[in-house]
């Protein structure tokens, strides 16, 4: 008997940042076992260790990575996985927003939570599951890694929550905390959402696997280029349930209603993480699955796709002028900026992809230092996050405020900063792909926008304080904070190396 | 074809009448809920929980345990089918298969996932 | 009698929208769990039918795959739900609804 196994495309190095990070993930779940060794410090640190090797192994394997011009194979394990640029690059993009979670652990998970060892090891995990997705040719694997790190982030969502000890009995009350009553709502919306649209999305794939006999993305894409009579009704509707399905973990208008709950409930690092990590990773399967699977029939996905653009960038950005909470008001722009991504897919060209890297690089550092700043600025309970907090920070921390509003004038896409050119990227390549209309639609958004992110400085520097709010600077934090401003400054200052970069990262 | 065409006149008038019945008293009514009218019996006491009665289930986490450690034997057939094609590779491949799930294992036994009560 | 893919494929649908309509309608997490575990069922029927029709594995092992993240996404949420119940007494998803704005 022959062996069955093709052992020639098993690049294990090329899956070298997914290992370390899943033997890291395991090896601070074992380590958590041992009481001494069960603490924020340790365990951070173990993170933080994994963190940066799988970091500089991608940055390696972004180098070595097949591109168009070296000629071999990006497929690898029989084309269940792809190594190239473009997944190497996600694959910094979630590592780097992991630091963010990894340095929350000042205050999350909480001193009496005796669940910590798990907090670090369900973040890699979910990081692991997000390499993965963006790693993913077959929607297969790709559904595999979407439910490891979804499943990860619906415990994760509710970590500040306390959970019972089975001793309860109905008729004794107990008073519970806010943290834990946003919490535990979060994570149950979280989980309910979540396992219904994976439900969604997986009824698609099978009915693409139907409709075209494989589950093989590159295969899905040369079987309907060359047998047109393979694109049936199947397809199209395995095509639309599919988009519903990612619709709903990019929280595109109208599945985002769960969005803003999640986030606000969610512990702050968790919320930071996930405002990317998950849209960063969905977008990069979506990209692959339209841009490699369906480009023959973009006539008829290419309307739904626009259309959700332009509802989300105004839903999102009109949502946020209403929030008083912070937390909410990102939540929102969040689903704001999911809008603006989804021009980069519309726009159908390279440059359309490079510019949504470009702008989840840029996204990622603006996102990561407000939420940080939030994180700084956090309090007890149900105002813990209200943007009242922010009164008068001016006055007492003049650096944070500073760079609070860097981050708000960027997010808004003010020039010279790098939120400006994130936008103007995405713009141009949906100008040049000729579509005009939603580009003006997204500027007036992005004139929406001004209004509550300018709110926030406007708090800060004209306002008087209404009493003294403690807060301290964490050393992780302020890292963060100080390294997300030079990245903003940076990448305002010199865009074109960075979009070099992206443009390098599409393989297709 | 005629008798057929009186009887969709009759159902489509009696569709009619019994929707313009039903949008005038919904539109025409008074409607003055309070939380009492709203709960499902109007007399009594408010119902606390539903009415089968409920017990503590101790072992509902073993039980959770054991749905996940159980439904990954279903790798195991597929293998086990094909274990003289795969040969040393795919019985390596199960090894570290099995080696994760022991690491699960070890890691609840270590929680005090199966401590019974 | 051999059934034909229209069978399989109708079959399914309907599983997956009783499913779906289960999810929408029912006010306990648990029932809801219950109605996307059957959606992802007759996602699996469909999985295998077509896998006889079409000759190939792909729609096995995938069904396969689907069982183990079933399993591993109702875990988790009986184990949220759980947690959720220990502390409230109360299983009713309308009276989680402290985070609004």
Redesign the interface.
Same mark, same amino acid.
Request: glycine content about 8%; cysteine-free; overall charge neutral.
């Given at each position: 008997m022959s062996s069955l196994i093709n052992f020639d495309d098993m690049n294990w190095i090329a899956l070298a940042p997914e290992l370390i990070i899943l033997v890291t993930a395991l090896f601070i779940l074992l380590v958590g076992l041992n009481k001494t060794l069960n603490n924020n410090r340790y365990l951070s640190q173990a993170s933080l260790l994994g963190i940066g090797a799988a970091l500089v192994c991608s940055l390696y394997l972004w180098n070595m990575a097949p591109t168009a011009a070296s000629g071999t194979q990006p497929g690898m394990f029989s084309n269940a996985l792809i190594n190239d640029r473009f997944s190497q690059i996600f694959n910094v993009i979630f590592l780097v927003m992991s630091l963010f979670a990894v340095f929350g652990s000042v205050r999350y998970p909480q001193a009496d939570n005796e669940n910590k060892a798990e907090y670090f090891s369900l973040v890699l995990l979910t990081v692991m599951g997000m390499m993965f997705l963006a790693k993913s040719g077959n929607l297969i694997t790709a559904f595999i890694s979407l439910e490891i790190f979804s499943v990860s982030l619906y415990i994760l969502c509710g970590f500040s929550a306390k959970h019972g000890t089975g001793r309860e009995i109905a008729s004794d009350k107990v008073e519970l905390s806010w943290e834990t009553l946003s919490s535990q709502e979060s994570t149950v919306k979280y989980l309910l959402t979540g396992a219904f649209a994976s439900a969604i999305l997986v009824y698609g794939m099978a009915l693409m696997y139907a409709g075209t006999g494989t589950t093989e993305i590159r295969l899905i894409g040369q079987l309907l280029r060359e047998n047109p009579y393979t694109s049936n009704l199947l397809v199209y509707i395995g095509m639309g349930l599919m988009f519903c399905g990612l619709a709903f973990k990019v929280s595109l208008v109208p599945f985002h209603s769960w969005t803003p709950d999640v986030y606000q409930g969610a512990p702050t690092p968790i919320t930071g993480f996930m405002s990317v990590a998950t849209k960063a990773a969905a977008f990069a399967v979506i990209a692959r699955i339209f841009f490699i699977a369906l480009p023959e029939i973009q006539e008829i996905w290419m309307p739904f796709l626009f259309g959700a653009s332009v509802l989300t960038m105004l839903v999102g950005n009109i949502g946020a002028v209403f929030q008083d909470n912070v937390k909410r008001m990102l939540a929102y722009s969040g689903i704001a900026h999911a809008g603006y991504l989804l021009i980069g897919i519309v726009a159908n060209s390279q440059e359309g992809m490079a510019s949504i890297i470009f702008y989840l690089a840029i996204y990622l550092f603006m996102n990561i230092g407000a939420f940080a700043v939030v994180f700084i600025m956090e309090g007890e309970g149900q105002e813990g996050n209200s943007i009242n907090r922010f009164k008068g920070l001016a006055k007492r921390s003049p650096l944070l405020a500073a760079a609070m509003s860097l981050f708000m004038v960027s997010l808004a896409g003010f020039p010279p900063t790098a939120g400006f050119f994130g936008k103007l990227y995405v713009f141009v390549a949906a100008i040049k792909a000729g579509y005009t209309l939603i580009t003006i639609l997204a500027v007036i958004a992005s004139v929406i926008s001004v209004y509550f992110y300018l709110r926030v400085i406007v708090m800060m520097y004209f306002h008087e304080e209404d009493e003294e709010i403690p807060f301290t600077i964490h050393k992780g934090m302020g890292a963060i904070v100080t390294v997300s401003t030079v990245a903003i400054l940076a990448f305002g200052l010199f865009p074109s190396s960075l979009m070099q970069l992206a443009l390098d990262s599409i393989p297709f | 074809m005629t008798e057929y065409f009186f009887i969709s006149v009759f159902a489509i008038v009696a569709l009619v009448v019994v929707g313009a019945l039903l949008a005038l008293s919904t539109i025409l009514g008074p409607r003055n809920p309070t939380p009492q009218k709203l709960i499902p019996y109007e007399c009594g006491i408010i119902p606390r929980e539903e009415a089968k009665g409920r017990y503590p289930v101790r072992f509902a986490t073993i039980a959770m345990l054991f749905i996940i450690f159980d439904i990954e034997v279903v790798f195991m057939y597929p293998w086990a089918v094909a274990l003289d094609q795969l040969q040393l590779f795919g019985l390596i491949e199960m090894v570290v298969f099995i080696a994760i799930l022991g690491i699960a294992y070890v890691y609840i036994w270590g929680r005090g996932g199966l401590e019974w009560d | 009698m051999t059934l034909g893919?229209e069978f399989v =494929?109708i079959i399914?649908a309907t599983i997956?929208c009783i499913?779906?309509v289960g999810?929408l309608i029912r006010k306990n997490?648990l029932i809801?769990?219950m109605s996307?575990e059957l959606? /992802?069922n007759?996602?699996n029927f469909?999985?295998i039918g077509?896998s006889s029709f /079409?000759k190939?594995l792909?729609?096995q092992?995938?069904a396969?795959?689907?069982? !183990?993240?079933a399993?591993?996404?109702?875990?988790?949420?009986?184990?949220?739900? /759980? !947690?959720?119940?220990?502390?409230?007494?109360?299983l009713n998803?309308d009276h989680?609804?402290? =985070?609004?704005?």
């Open positions: - | - | 893919s =494929l399914s997956f499913g779906a999810f997490p809801m769990l996307v959606m /992802l007759s996602v469909l999985l077509y /079409l190939s792909d729609g092992i995938f396969l795959v689907i069982m !183990t993240v399993a591993a996404e109702v875990v988790v949420g009986l184990a949220i739900i /759980l !947690t959720i119940f220990r502390t409230r007494h109360d998803v989680i609804n402290v =985070l609004k704005g």
